[in-house]
């Protein structure tokens, strides 16, 4: 590393990664910031690229597998917290912003105990605020991209603040330009090359603006099961209390919400989902069984152009996929020993079992990719963020 330690802000020791990440591995870091103040922030990153020390910005850490060896840069985490709300009424709805460091279901539970919906089938995913935007975090028929209207960045290629509205975004499924930003050439392929930015992009969060509407009934009800556990039908509006509740209790059955650090159930020990639902061809979902999911896909927006559905592909999900390649909950390279395993609860969650390594998950993850692979032809493409690691 080639900063020196002493000039940035607030620096704290950490011994390892593995206390910053819910997967709980990763090895140690060369520098650790937190920041307190955007000032303190904006110090931090561009002291980095400065002296072109790598950097790692980390929120809450449930999107992160890094390596056992660690990470030879400067880790900065932002710890900023608080909403301000510039206006809320009927003509505009509620225009809210919070800082990065901003706990994400902090502000969903402030958004419904204020009578704002629009992010209620949001809760209980881990994380923070200024992670949200960069893969347009999603959940049982909502995502962010619907209730944000703007956000604050720092552009490390022009060395300046600036705004990007909703429409700069480039939404789409897991997706968005900050994430793009990371890969060379703007793809996210399992196996692009990677920007010079990563493993942050292009553009660090500063702050998020969003726009809800007020009101204690829920945006439409989007997703079958959550309609099914209200007992209501899919497209009712139904208090948004009950919807967080209800998003709550489905998150925690499927081990998809965070426990206390010392807890004990190693299901949520986790990156959460750890694949994204794969986009295909038309022509390969006709091959897929009848049984397997498929849904619309909404086509990226990138500046100056129109969403849509995309009639040339389909999403399927993962989750399918995995259990009808044989991979069973639970599953593990050596059985129910593996220090790596797939949650008991949901397949698509690869977790620790209390002393697994970054390699055991990637070992697992590996496995996994391949089996679907081979079954169904179809490579999946991991959601996490993978720091000195590659499937």
Partial sequence: MTADQDVLPHSAVVPSLADLTTLRVGGPVAAYVEATTEQEFLDAVRTADETGTPLLVVGGGSNLLVADEGFDGVVVRDVRSGL??????????????????????????????????????LSGIPGTVGAAPVQNIGAYGQEVASTLASIRVWDRAQARVRTLTNSELGFGYRTSVLKRSMHAAGRQEGNDPLAPWYPTPRYVVLDVTFQMRLGTLSAPIGYAQLAARLGAQQGDRVPSV????????????????????????????????FFTNPIVPIELAERLPAPAPRFPVRRVAEPGQEAGVDPTCVKTSAAWLIQHAGFAPGFGLIGEHSPARLSTKHTLALTNRGGARSEDLVALARAVRDGVRDRFGITLVPEPVLVGLAL
């Fill in 242 to 273: 009950d919807v967080r509740e209800a998003v709550l209790e489905l998150r925690s059955s499927k081990g998809m919400v965070l426990d206390h650090p010392d807890a004990p159930d190693h299901d949520r020990w986790s990156a959460g989902s």
């Fill in 84 to 121: 301000e709300v510039a206006s809320a009424d009927a003509c505009g709805g509620a225009v809210v912003s919070a800082p990065a460091g901003q706990n994400w279901d902090g502000l969903v539970r402030e958004a419904v105990d204020a009578g704002w919906y629009g992010v209620e089938a």
